[in-house]
């Protein structure tokens, strides 16, 4: 087969999956440009014609997935990482299409940012997503501003800001072609101008926070995280505003309130529902969001956004809380045994053994873990939400204290583990890629 019949045959799986997807995946990864060429083909055949309407106030999970799967990369063996970016682009092939051309259809703008300020004050998507066409070349800065003006909004639990400061992250791995970088840019500034909004807590934050206020970097007045953590996790919406505003206004540094706010996300992950084990696990990639660019500045509120997102999760009756335990006889490599629990679906046990090789070998040797069994679910099956989750991980391992990064390991072990779905995918994808 020539390389453009190749070509051809991927754009047809894109449009139209049936059991040739992952062959054809296969070969697209292998011509030149390999991953990086096959995901901007995707995110070209597919953004202007998913029924990205049909899905608000949500997006479809292949979305934000994509993200994840280049910023597990480097944790990840090659060919579990081309198994996941395969499950990825296949998750949103599947979505509903767009009657019509869809955002396709729509003409391109003057790529004016006043007009894009303007398509989000008077919540018109479909002049955001225009205006971003007529953008030259995007850049960096060009997703700052879109992230920027999601940032106020908390609608579907911060899920905008999220998708901006995602897209901008894939941006930036990608280096994609200019038509591609609009494409991205243009469904971050859709989804943000898109209906329902919600800046509930950004204006009740920025009444207690004196005006002009920043957060330093790093550590600033005295703060104590245990204590800043129960705060989050036990006291009321409005009596936590007040006591969150009150150490942003006393001086507390963003080091500190992030360190606090991901040992709450991990208490919460801990007494999650298993129902809502991946819904929790969104906190973490807010967290990531917050500690990598949603504070422009120094901007106070959205700490204070945080800390409620992260009360807003209902928690388990303490004594139903999965404890950590370490099998008796686990012996032998303890990499292969926290693998094994996970994908066993025992909590416990990849709790325990979690801990035990975090004190053996580090954070990075369990984040490996983690993210080779998320490496082998169906994500359209768990809503992406466990590569999303240790993605963010990944992002805050260098940014909080120990005893939180100890916290959401030991989390999100449990997580994965209390959220196995089929790998019958996965094997699919393997034998596409690897042979049978």
């Given amino acids: 087969m020539s390389a453009g019949s190749r070509r051809m045959a991927w754009r047809g799986e894109l449009r139209r999956p049936s059991e040739s997807f992952f062959a054809a995946f296969a070969q697209a990864v292998g011509e030149a440009g390999g991953p990086e060429a096959a995901t901007c083909e995707a995110f070209d055949s597919l953004v202007p014609t998913v029924d990205w309407a049909g ?28 198994r996941l970016l395969g499950l990825q682009i296949h998750a949103l092939a599947r979505e509903d299409r767009a009657s019509g051309a869809g955002l396709g259809a729509i003409g391109a703008g003057s790529g004016s940012w006043g007009n ?119 006291l009321g919406l409005v009596d936590l505003l007040d006591r969150w505003c009150a150490r942003l206004a006393a001086g507390a540094g963003s080091g500190d309130l992030l360190s606090a706010l991901v040992r709450a996300a991990s208490e919460r992950q801990l007494d999650a529902r298993r129902d809502l084990e991946g819904k929790t696990s969104w906190n973490f990639v807010y967290l990531a969001t917050l500690g990598r660019g949603l504070a422009p500045a120094g901007d106070p509120a959205p700490y204070a956004q945080a800390a409620a997102l992260v009360n807003l999760f209902p928690p388990e009756e303490p ?63 768990n809503q992406s939400h466990q590569i999303l989750a240790v993605a963010a991980a990944a992002e805050l391992e260098s940014m909080v204290s120990g005893p939180a990064r100890g916290a959401f390991l030991t989390a999100l072990a449990k997580h994965l583990a209390n959220s196995q779905g089929s790998g019958d995918l996965g094997r699919m994808a393997d034998e596409a890629l690897n042979g049978p």
């Avoid at 954070?363 to 099956?381: Q, T």
């Fill in 55 to 82: 899905r608000l106030p949500h997006v479809p999970p292949g979305l934000p997935g994509l993200w994840a799967v280049w910023r597990l990369r480097p944790l990840l063996a090659e060919p579990s990482f081309l």
């Fill in 116 to 234: 894009i300020g303007a398509a989000f004050a008077s919540r018109k998507p479909a002049l955001a997503w225009g205006e971003a066409q007529g953008v030259e070349v995007p850049g960096g800065a060009d997703f700052d501003q879109a992230l920027t003006l999601c940032a106020p909004d908390m609608a579907s639990v911060g899920h905008k800001a999220v998708h901006a400061w995602t897209l901008g992250q894939l941006h930036l791995r990608l280096a994609p072609p200019p038509a591609t970088a609009r494409r991205m840019l243009g469904i971050a500034l859709w989804l943000g101008a898109s209906e329902p909004r919600d800046e509930f807590w950004n204006r009740r934050a920025r009444v207690r926070l004196p005006e002009g206020l920043r957060v330093p970097e790093g550590t600033g007045a005295p703060c104590d995280e245990a204590v800043a953590m129960r705060e989050v996790c036990d």
């Fill in 319 to 381: 004594e139903d809380r999965v404890r950590a335990r370490v099998p008796r006889a686990a012996s032998g490599d303890p990499s292969e045994a926290l693998l094994e629990a996970i994908l066993d679906g025992e909590a416990s046990e990849a709790m325990g053994l979690a801990e035990q090789l975090e004190g053996h070998a580090g954070p990075g040797a369990v984040l490996g873990v983690l993210a080779e069994a998320a490496s082998r679910n169906d994500p359209h099956f």
